[in-house]
Nanobody, 119 residues
Framework: QVQLGESGGGSVQAGGSLTLSCVGS?????MAWFRQAPGKEREGVAS???????RYADSVAGRFTISKDNAQNTLYLQVDSLNPEDTAMYYC????????????????WGKGTLVTVSS
C-alpha cells in the first residue's frame, strides 16, 4: 500500500504560479499528476518514470513541470502561467508497473489539493 498526500494548492490570479507537492510513503516506478475540474472528467496532466522521463498533456505542456526527489519520496508539479481553465482539484497518483504515462491506469491516489485561478 502506497500512501500519498498532496499540498501546495491555493488561490491565485491568472498568470500566477504554484508549486504542488506530493509526499508518499514511497515513490513507485511511475508517478503522475491528474486534475478534475468541476463538472468535468479527470484529466491526466503529467507523468514521470523511474528514469526521470516526463510526459505532459498538450493543455499544460510548456507551462507545467513535473519532477521528483527520490530521497525525500516527494513528487512535485510546478504550475506556471495559470489561467482560469486550470482551476481544478489536483491529484497525485502512483503506478507500480510500466508503461508510464498520464493516460495509464494508476494503482494509488492521494486525496487532492485544490487550485483556484481567478481572472
Amino acid at each position: 500500500q502506497v500512501q500519498l498526500g498532496e499540498s501546495g494548492g491555493g488561490s491565485v490570479q491568472a498568470g500566477g504560479s504554484l508549486t504542488l507537492s506530493c509526499v508518499g510513503s514511497m515513490l513507485t516506478s511511475c508517478m503522475a499528476w491528474f486534475r478534475q475540474a468541476p463538472g468535468k472528467e479527470r484529466e491526466g496532466v503529467a507523468s514521470i518514470d523511474r528514469d526521470g522521463d516526463t510526459r505532459y498533456a498538450d493543455s499544460v505542456a510548456g507551462r507545467f513541470t513535473i519532477s521528483k526527489d527520490n530521497a525525500q519520496n516527494t513528487l512535485y508539479l510546478q504550475v506556471d502561467s495559470l489561467n482560469p481553465e486550470d482551476t481544478a482539484m489536483y491529484y497525485c497518483a502512483a503506478r507500480v508497473f510500466s508503461p508510464c504515462s498520464q493516460s495509464a491506469a494508476m494503482d494509488y491516489w492521494g486525496k487532492g489539493t485544490l487550485v483556484t485561478v481567478s481572472s
